[in-house]
């Protein structure tokens, strides 16, 4: 089945512990971008691959890193989480125009 | 700069039609509706190129003015299961797939029996 998952589905950790959130995608697409969900704010771009190795900053990259060392997979770093980061992430890959989302990750940070 | 949405809400009875308007600052190379149901990843509904087309999917139609940046998201004659909040997303410049998308902050959209 065609999917893009996402782990953990839930996570609440403290401030300042690191923590990756993997997302990973079985269709081959080669754009891959995450996403954080706030109410009231829509959906907001945090960062995207356009392919292996090339990433490149959304709307809101402060505070997060990422890597993309082969297609499938597209992990979410937190080298040091503030509560400002709690939020519902969401992982998308997508092959020309339709992304295809995660399931998403609900993460509270304390 | 986030696309303006309106309205915010909106809350219909079953049968009723509705008009969800995406507006942008930017010229704009495409625009994208998602919907998103309570607890779930948001769904791709239809994209928007340039060229003031307008495209359908089952009862819900779209449209898309170049000149003014603005895409309309029609829904005609409603069912309970187009419940949820709608999301357009923006991609400015020559485009080149969905991967710098810009999205608006949602419209909610409640339909009653």
């Known amino acids: 089945e065609a999917q893009v998952t996402q782990n953990p589905r839930y996570l609440i950790t403290v401030t300042g512990k690191k923590l990756t959130v993997t997302c990973s995608q079985n269709?081959?697409?080669?754009?891959m971008s995450w996403y954080r969900q706030d109410p009231g704010l829509g959906l907001r771009q945090i960062y995207y691959?356009?392919?292996?190795?090339?990433?490149d900053k959304g709307d809101v990259p402060e505070g997060y890193k990422v890597s993309r060392k082969e297609k499938r997979n597209f992990p979410l770093i937190l080298e040091s989480p503030s509560p400002n980061q709690t939020s519902l992430y969401f992982c998308?890959?997508?092959?020309?125009?339709?992304?295809?989302f995660g399931p998403g990750t609900r993460l509270t940070v304390l | 700069q986030q696309p303006v949405q309106s309205p915010q809400a909106v809350i219909l009875r079953e049968g009723e039609d509705a008009v969800i308007n995406c507006s942008s600052s930017?010229?704009?190379?495409?625009v994208h509706w998602y919907r998103q149901k309570h607890g779930e990843a948001p769904v791709f509904l239809m994209i928007l190129l340039k060229g003031g087309e307008q495209k359908g999917h089952e009862k819900i139609s779209a449209s898309f003015n170049e000149k003014k940046q603005q895409s309309s998201l029609y829904l005609t004659a409603s069912q309970l299961s187009y419940s949820g909040t709608y999301f357009c997303?923006?991609?400015?410049?020559?485009?080149?797939?969905?991967?710098?998308?810009?999205f608006g902050k949602g419209t909610h959209l409640i339909i009653q029996p």
């Open positions: 691959s356009m392919n292996v190795e090339v990433t």
């Open positions: 930017k010229a704009l190379y495409s």
């Open positions: 998308a890959s997508s092959w020309g125009h339709e992304q295809f």
């Open positions: 269709m081959n697409h080669e754009y």
């Open positions: 997303g923006t991609e400015s410049g020559s485009g080149g797939g969905a991967d710098g998308l810009t």
